[in-house]
Every structure is written in C-alpha cells, then in structure tokens.
C-alpha cells in the first residue's frame, strides 16, 4: 500500500499486481478512509485487479471529526475529481467511483456534474443517503436524472435513510442502467459487506472488462 498526501487528495492507494483499472473509494460523513469497509473494499478490488484509491474528503483532512458542512460540498466533489485525474496521471486509463453515504452521494453528484467527460465506468453506491432519518419529505434526488453513468447500488433493508421502496423510486429517475442489492438486515453501516466485500466486487465488476 501507498500512503499518498498532494493537493486535495489524501489517501492510500492499494496497488492491484498489473492492469490499468482503478477505482476511487470516498467514505461516509462520519467516518475517514480507514475506515473498515473503505478498507475491505479497496482490498477486494485490488485482488480483483483494480488499483483502488481510499481518500480522505477534503472536509476530513481539516479536522479528524465531525460530519461535513453543507458549504464544504463543492469543495469534496473536487477532492473526488482531483483523485479520479492522480490515477489518470500514473496511467490508469479505465475508471471507476464509488463511495459510501456521503461520498456516494458526492460522488454520483460529481457525475452528474459531468455527464460527458468524467471518463468513469461505473458508479459503486453503498448506502445511499436518500434522505435524512425519520424526514422522508427531505430527498436527495435534484441530481439524479442527469445521472448518465451506470450504477449500483448497495442498500440495507434497515437503513434509517431510506427504505427499499423509497430508493427503489428514486433510482427509476436515473436514465443510465442501474442495479440494487439489498442486504437483508442491514443498517446504514452495512456491516454485513464487511464479511463479504469480494461480492460487492464482482457484482460492481459484473458485465465490465476491467480485469
């Protein structure tokens, strides 16, 4: 692994042993790129071949905790953008995103920010953050139908920020393709991922030639 600190980009990148596929990985607004399933995700996409970038948002790198101000948004989505080109640069032509909470919020935000000229394959969302718990009223849908980039979805049937039905309605919004897994039992943290993050992997990977 390599730690890597330059610009709006901080982070470790885990090198897959050969190919020119990568995909960045943002983490939640509580949480860092340490954190257990950023972890266990970029592992699973590096033995499946992709050399996977977990970053800090830019709103973490200027303090260790606390979740993410409205105002900072743009700023992370350049962070993202900023981490997509460091892997451009160092000649990984074929690119993916994805994020949990948050930065798959931010993530799919910044695609569709972009809809021509990201250069991004394939969106992974884990957790979507639909709208804020117990106010369903509150969705998180402006961006989705310039969505262009396919996408998946990962989803816990228990998660306090929006239900399978709820999302379910959402997703139909997005004009590009687009898949939903449910975990059975499964909170916002998604802890089930944890045990079987190579799953989420090949499904994200499913129908691609990146390996």
Do not use: W
């Not at 020119?20 to 590096?46: E, P, Y």
């Not at 409205?70 to 074929?94: F, H």
């Amino acid at each position: 692994m390599e730690h890597i600190e330059t610009g709006l980009v901080r982070g470790t990148l885990h090198p897959a042993e050969s190919g020119s596929a990568g995909i960045v990985l943002a983490h939640g607004a509580g949480s860092n790129s340490n954190a257990k399933i950023m972890i266990g995700l970029a592992g699973a996409f590096a033995e499946a071949g992709l050399h996977a970038l977990r970053i800090d948002l830019p709103f973490r790198q200027l303090r260790p905790s606390g979740p993410p101000h409205p105002s900072t948004s743009v700023r992370d989505r350049e962070g993202i953008l900023a981490a997509l080109n460091l892997l451009r640069v160092r000649g990984i032509t074929r690119l993916f995103l994805g994020g949990h909470s948050y930065g798959g919020r931010q993530s799919s935000m910044l695609a569709a920010d972009h809809p021509d000229d990201l250069g991004v394959e394939r969106l992974l969302l884990l957790s979507y953050p639909l709208h804020p718990p117990a106010k369903p009223e509150q969705l998180r849908t402006a961006h989705l139908p310039s969505l262009r980039i396919p996408a998946l979805f990962v989803h816990g049937t228990r998660d306090p920020f929006g239900t399978p039905d709820e999302l379910r309605a959402a997703i139909a919004l997005i004009p590009a393709e687009t898949e939903l897994i449910l975990l059975e039992g499964a909170g916002h943290d998604l802890k089930p991922v944890m045990t079987k993050p190579a799953l989420i992997v090949q499904r994200m990977l499913a129908g691609t030639s990146a390996t």
